[in-house]
C-alpha cells in the first residue's frame, strides 16, 4: 500500500499534454487523493471540456501509477464545480511564466472568454501590458497566441477555463 505523500510525488511526475513544464499537481487538475484500506482514489476535473487532453490527462495519470506498482487505484473524474485557472497553483504560474506562457489573468469566472480582446494580457518576458491577440487559436486549442508591442515578441497565453 502507498502513502498518500507518495502518490501525490507520482502524480507530480505526470506533466500536462499540451505544457509539459507544468504538472497535473501545478494545474490543480487533481482535486484530491484518498488512500484507505480499499486502495487509493484519485480525483480529478479535467481543464476544460471540449479541451483534446482531457482523456490523455486520465490515461497518464493511470500510465504513471501502474508503472509505480500501485494496486487498487481509481481515478474519478468529476465535473463539477468545473475547473478555474484560479486553481493554478504559484508554482504553477512561475513555471508557465519561466516557459514564455503568460499564466491566466486573475479569476476567469466572468467566463468572458468568447468576447474578442477579454482582458489585459500581461507579457511574461517584459511585463508589458501593450499586447495584442493574433489569433484565438495558438498552438493548442487551449491556447491564444498574443504579440506583445513593445519587444514584439509573440507569446501563448493559457486561456483555458
Ligand atoms: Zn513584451
Redesign the pocket.
Known sequence: MNSKEEILGFLEEVPDPEIPVVNVLDLGIVRSVEVNADGTLVTITPTYTGCPATHIIEDDIRSKLTEKGVVNFNIKTILSPAWTTDWISEEGRRKLKEYGIAPPEESTSDKSRLSENPKVVH??????T??EMVSFFGSTPCKALYT??????P?DYFKCL
Open positions: 507579457c511574461p518576458r517584459c511585463k508589458s501593450n499586447t506583445c508591442s513593445d519587444c514584439k515578441e507569446f
